[in-house]
């Protein structure tokens, strides 16, 4: 049999979609049923679609009482529409409005095989979309009900399409349709970020053709946009900043000039801008935005570009923060395992553009998908490690064809040697991490920040979490048989190693580790406090009323509000008052003890309780991490009755 014979065989007709697709459906699939509600954007976005069903308000994103002028609203109605068919806004469960995230993913991972193929070839293209569709950071976004898993997919689709439409002889229009409809979606989904992708990406592919030196005035722009961030010049600093953008602003305009004075009369550009292609866009963009401007009464663009938009890119949004290099640090474990073939991907990759091989256009173009998009997102003051996905589809099939070209017979001995060491990393890391070793260190570490009780105490009551090890002996051996394999040279088995041990670590953290670990789940624990004194909303097996309302004092995380209720009162709304016993008869409160507001509300409380002859019934004490923030938190719940204690 032939080397090649077995990826010809996978890599053939629907089966290929199907099988990328169910892979990564498989890899990502766990966590979207076994981990609780993330924050705090996960929660905020969930709440926001689950008050849109409470409401039958589609237009305004709202959570709790205010308005979330920050995304566009594609997310929401996905997540209403699966709700919708799959659960009820009344449950509080989060797995619902994880399944576009879900369905995004896998979907993205078909784009990329459609996309790699008039590229690198059927071959690169599989090899390539099978390692994207287990990379960690992928599957991660999988689970969490936010924006990056359909904006991947989506951007992807808009790549794949424009790819077919530019390579294809016949240049079809329904191509140009599929482009702009990826394009409107996408901005639905999360703004300019699909449609900057797929310019910077065109533009700098074109301008290759004729001088690298005008590609290389896109990344000059890109950087020169946001450089003035990382440069303080006293007194001047102000005018230099604006210098620098006014500079980044005219180099990207100058390159779009060019790129439309060469380009214009080509067929394919004709086709790719036929009107019913940008007036799908506008259709698909222009209704709701005039009807969220009414609603709002303006304030939706006011938040989005003026407050959300303009913070992300004049300073670190939020507190994420860092300097150019962030996202290449997080590529050793967010791209694992594709991180295996990344170096040799990228040296034969460049040099064949160079040697002007047949697939000098497809790697030219993977190039500039990734390195402006990459530049935009490092040097971009505000960072989150997920910001580069739409970047990673390229990188993929860059891995497929270095992979291709290995199995064809190249050596590359120094990059592959050293992307196996990246590789080797990522898998260590994350092992050690989820070790029972690495979990105590982390354990110990959180349980001596707490105030208000002893490190040991902490600790006592969270040694009863579970572990189970078992399934770092086989992660453990697949880092071995792929480090064997790839020594040895047998690539394909190398591969099909590395996606096994992915899908297994995967699995091991989202289904035995992460679930268990209830001490780094506060909006869990403090749930588990109210549940102690029937003080849930709607919770079963109580006697007695429920609380008239809920309020935390000293905790305010989004996946509270989600798991207990749209009323529930977080801070700093939320108030130690209690209201006399004919105006709320039943009222509950969870506080955090750790919070310098915790321990006066407590108090305030019970001494109102005693000023009114009303019974306190009082939690057990619930420590965990709040990871979101990394404060420890201290929980004691109370139930005010409307009379005395009751034997």
């Not at 808009?158 to 394009?183: G, Q, V």
């Not at 979101?628 to 719940?637: L, M």
Request: hydrophobic share 50%.
């Amino acid at each position: 049999m032939d080397r090649l014979s077995i990826i010809d065989h996978l890599s053939k007709g629907i089966r290929a979609y199907l099988l990328v697709f169910c892979l990564t459906l498989i890899s990502a699939a766990p966590g979207v049923f076994t981990i609780p509600a993330l924050d705090r954007d996960e929660s905020r976005f969930a709440q926001a679609s689950k008050q849109m069903l409470e409401t039958d308000d589609y237009i305004q994103i709202r959570y709790q009482d205010g308005l979330r002028n920050k995304k566009p609203a594609g997310i929401h109605w996905l997540q209403v529409a699966t709700t919708e068919v799959f659960s009820s806004p009344e449950a509080k469960d989060i797995w619902s409005y994880r399944l576009p995230s879900l369905i995004g993913v896998a979907l993205a991972s078909c784009a990329v095989f459609w996309a790699g193929i008039p590229l690198v070839g059927r071959r690169a293209a599989f090899m390539g979309s099978a390692l994207f569709g287990v990379c960690f950071l992928l599957t991660s976004e999988a689970h969490i009900a936010k924006t990056d898993g359909v904006l991947v997919a989506i951007t992807t689709l808009a790549m794949a399409s424009f790819i077919h439409l530019r390579t294809r002889e016949d240049h079809p229009k329904w191509l140009a349709i599929l482009f702009w409809f990826a394009i409107g979606f996408g901005f639905l989904i999360k703004g300019p970020v699909t449609p900057m992708v797929a310019a910077l990406a065109i533009v700098f592919s074109e301008l290759w053709t004729r001088s690298w030196k005008w590609s290389a005035l896109v990344c000059a722009g890109v950087v020169a946009l946001f450089l003035d961030t990382y440069i303080h010049l006293g007194p001047a600093n102000a005018l230099v900043g604006f210098a620098m953008k006014a500079a980044g602003g005219a180099m990207l305009i100058a390159a779009a000039v060019r790129f439309v004075l060469d380009r214009h009369k080509a067929v394919w550009f004709k086709t790719l801008f036929w009107w019913p292609g940008p007036l799908l866009f506008v259709l698909m963009v222009l209704p709701w935005f005039i009807a969220v401007q009414i609603a709002t009464g303006g304030q939706f663009l006011e938040g989005a570009v003026g407050k959300d938009l303009t913070d992300k890119v004049a300073g670190a949004s939020e507190g994420h923060g860092g300097l150019p290099g962030y996202h290449l640090v997080f590529l050793l474990v967010h791209f694992f395992p594709a991180t295996l073939f990344l170096l040799p991907g990228l040296v034969v990759a460049v040099r064949d553009v160079r040697r002007k091989v047949s697939e000098t256009n497809g790697l030219i173009f993977l190039l500039a998908w990734a390195l402006p998009t990459w530049l935009v997102f490092e040097f971009l003051p505000t960072k989150l490690s997920h910001y580069v996905l739409p970047a990673y589809p390229a990188l993929a099939l860059v891995c497929g064809y270095g992979i291709w070209r290995l199995v064809s017979g190249e050596r590359l001995p120094v990059s592959r040697y050293i992307s196996l060491g990246l590789f080797l990393i990522g898998g260590v890391m994350f092992t050690a991490l989820i070790s029972p070793l690495g979990l105590h260190e982390v354990t110990t570490e959180a349980a001596g920040d707490f105030k208000s009780v002893s490190a040991e105490t902490v600790l006592a009551s969270w040694s009863s979490v579970a572990l189970v090890t078992w399934p770092l002996a086989l992660v453990l051996a697949g880092l071995l048989a792929v480090v064997v394999t790839s020594v040895l040279r047998k690539y394909q088995l190398s591969v099909a190693l590395a996606v096994l041990t992915a899908v297994t670590l995967g699995w091991h953290i989202r289904v035995l580790v992460l679930p268990e670990q209830t001490w780094v789940q506060a909006t869990v624990a403090a749930r588990s406090a109210l549940g102690d004194i029937c003080a849930l909303p709607g919770q079963e097996g109580c006697e007695g009323a429920e609380p008239v309302m809920v309020q935390a004092i000293g905790y305010a995380e989004p996946s509270f509000v989600f798991t207990t209720g749209t009323d529930v009162k977080i801070s700093p709304e939320s108030m130690s008052n209690l209201p006399l016993r004919d105006e709320a008869p039943i009222m509950a409160w969870v506080i955090n003890l750790e919070d310098e507001k915790g321990a006066p509300a407590l108090e305030h409380i019970r001494t109102q309780a005693a000023e009114q002859g009303r019974c306190v019934r009082e939690s057990q004490p619930v420590y965990a991490l709040n990871y979101s923030n990394g404060d420890p938190v201290h929980f004691i719940a109370l139930r005010v009755e409307d009379g005395p204690c009751r034997a």
